[in-house]
């Protein structure tokens, strides 16, 4: 099952954000995503426009701004505490593969961040979920910190990210190999020095996996999370 939670601001849009959104949305749609949210329902349920198809549309739980601007011109929502969208179904993305996850977000300076609060996660690990469950994510309770890695193991980033700013986080993985291996977190389009943070794990989603983004509260906003099937 996929779940969000957010919080999600307002800001004003320059007069070219139109034509970014544009050519943002082709560049998207050429890459083919298995994922990709772009938070601009006023009812109902949010689609996916990624290649999983409607399967992986999102059901509201709980109170939620709709239609809130953002920089790029889109809307997003925006999430109460103890509010989620959660998927239409699970997704059956399992094993040690290539990846790429990115998201545009923008992070409270002063804001909170619960246990490592994703932008993405999947993978269910049951009663043993170390290096079985993929987090994107804020590193613990950091917010200034990005995390790319799987439950108990992983990578962060060693310089802190700026924060009241907008930024274009990505993680890409090769597959195959440990948790503190493959991975290249970008801000900005710049590849950031990561260290281990936790451990390092043999890493594995052996179950079906359900996925969740989540700005914890006083975290910050999030805005067009996508998932690509190949490390980018």
């Known amino acids: 099952m996929l779940r969000f939670t957010s919080l999600i601001g307002s800001v004003l849009c320059a007069s070219n954000c139109a034509a970014q959104l544009t050519d943002f949305q082709d ?4 890459a083919v995503p298995l994922l990709w949210y772009q938070f601009n329902e006023s009812t109902g349920d949010v689609v996916n426009h990624g290649s999983l198809g409607v399967t992986q549309n999102a059901a509201v739980n709980g109170a939620v701004g709709r239609d809130q601007p953002t ?9 109460s505490a103890g509010a989620w969208l959660e998927s239409l179904s699970d997704s059956d993305l399992t094993g040690n ?3 790429s996850v990115e998201a545009v977000v923008w992070l409270d300076l002063g804001g909170t961040a619960r246990q490592w609060g994703p932008f993405l996660h999947w993978g269910d690990g049951g009663v043993q979920p170390s290096g079985r469950e993929v987090y994107f994510s804020i590193q613990r309770n950091r917010n200034n910190v990005v995390y790319g890695g799987f439950y108990n193991g992983g990578m962060r980033t060693v310089t802190p990210v700026a924060q009241d700013a907008w930024l274009h986080v990505v993680w890409t993985r090769v597959g195959g190999g440990a948790s503190d291996e493959g991975t290249t977190i970008y801000i900005n389009g710049m590849p950031m020095a990561t260290t281990i943070d936790r451990a390092t794990l043999r890493c594995i989603a052996d179950r079906c996996a359900d996925f969740e ?5 006083g975290a910050g906003w999030l805005q067009q999370p996508l998932l690509h099937r190949q490390a980018r």
């Open 97 to 99: 593969p290539d990846f």
């Open 27 to 30: 560049a998207v749609s050429a």
């Open 213 to 217: 983004i989540s700005c914890q509260s």
């Open 71 to 79: 920089l790029t011109g889109d809307t997003s929502m925006q999430f």
